[in-house]
């Protein structure tokens, strides 16, 4: 279906018919982007994918969402983050890096949208990070997320305590009750003594 734009002031979709191998190619070629769409009877129209279904056995396109855009107004998107270099915290300290968040949303003209945002970690240090407002600015695009949000930052491994070797004995085999017995010869005890 396709929804949005000036030329669909009612807020209708439209359902319309395309060849899914093509929209795979497109898919796969990165998210957010910018396809030229020729409707029948109204041209080309620039639209974004905003949804679409795969068949989870054989991943054919089932369905797919397209939304209309007017290249002179901004839009919100969500951009992949990803990282460049190896920070000196994992290689001199022994951290590890955690990436804690993969995108973030951002705000920008259809013909301005990044491909992803690339962060450098390599002066990152053991418990230091980055954050959304640490991201080199652009004047095409304003970050949407929130600035303290944090994407990625080097911590510390968290060790396991191995427990010592005589806990890890009596661990290891339940504790069980002592059961004492009565037989006859505790009984006839008891009876002479009274």
């Known amino acids: 279906v ?3 734009g000036a030329s669909n002031a009612s807020g209708q979709a439209t ?7 093509v929209l795979l190619r497109i898919l796969h070629s ?4 910018l396809i030229s769409l020729r409707l029948a009877g109204q041209g080309d129209a620039p639209v974004l994918v905003k949804e679409y279904q795969l068949d989870p056995v054989t ?8 939304y209309r855009v007017a ?9 992949p983050v990803t990282l460049k270099g190896e920070p000196k915290g994992v290689k001199q300290q022994g ?4 990436f804690v968040r993969r995108e973030i949303e951002v705000e920008c003209l259809p013909g301005d949208i990044p ?9 990152l240090m053991l418990h230091q990070g980055v954050r959304v407002r640490d991201i080199a600015t652009n004047p095409k695009w304003k970050a949407l997320s929130d600035l303290d949000l944090m994407l990625v930052h080097v911590i510390m491994p968290k060790a396991e305590e191995a427990p010592a070797p005589a806990e890890a004995a009596v661990a290891a085999s ?15 005890d008891e009876k002479e003594k009274k």
């Not at 990165?30 to 982007?33: L, R, V």
């Open 71 to 79: 290249m002179d107004k901004a839009i919100q998107v969500t951009v």
């Open 15 to 21: 359902p319309i018919a395309v060849d899914p191998k």
């Open 2 to 4: 396709v929804y949005g």
């Open 30 to 33: 990165g998210s957010n982007t």
């Open 59 to 66: 991943h054919a396109v089932l369905h797919a969402d397209f």
């Open 95 to 98: 951290g590890i890096i955690e």
């Open 115 to 123: 491909d992803h945002l690339e962060v450098d970690v390599t002066e």
């Open 174 to 188: 339940p504790a069980e009750p002592e059961v004492i017995k009565k037989g006859k010869k505790d009984e006839e």
